[in-house]
């Protein structure tokens, strides 16, 4: 088994107030349970972020179904690459949902407040990903 972790970026195509994040999420766990798919979802000002573990060819398939999903457009690619372990095993799905000004703080970008300078530099150091998403688990925002 190759294990992998592919990380994107999305815009909702929508308002997501918590209801529709919530119901989301607990789609997500569930089917990722049955997937042995873990990973972390962050939501910031209409940003999706997420990290998907897993499987190589489930992880695949799993990223051509979410790139149909109409609730959100313009997927971007930020890192896909082979892992020797997960970073989130504990969590099918785990949710946070920091401010911009936060994000970027946990990202060490002190002097930037908006989601788009965040992902620029995000997808400039993909490896830097995982680490940065797995400190805001530790976060008073998580959910």
């Known amino acids: 088994m190759v294990l992998c972790q592919l990380i994107y970026s999305s815009v909702a195509t929508e308002i997501m107030p918590k209801s529709k994040l ?13 997937r042995d798919v873990t990973g972390l979802l962050v939501f910031v000002d209409s940003v999706f972020l997420q990290i998907l573990e897993g499987e190589r060819e489930v992880v695949t398939a799993l990223m051509k179904k979410i790139e ?5 457009t313009g997927v971007k690619i930020i890192s896909d690459s082979d892992v020797s ?3 989130f095993a504990a969590w099918s799905m785990a949710y946070v949902s920091p401010s911009a000004k936060e994000l970027a703080t ?3 970008l002190r002097n930037t407040t908006t989601v788009e300078a965040t992902l620029g530099m995000l997808q400039s150091e993909p490896g830097r990903v995982p680490a940065v998403l797995s400190s805001l688990l530790t976060a008073p925002q998580q959910e």
């Open 22 to 34: 919530y119901k989301i999420l607990v789609q997500a766990r569930s089917a990722n349970a049955l």
């Open 68 to 72: 149909t999903d109409p609730r959100h």
């Open 85 to 87: 372990a997960r970073t």
């Open 106 to 108: 946990w990202a060490g």
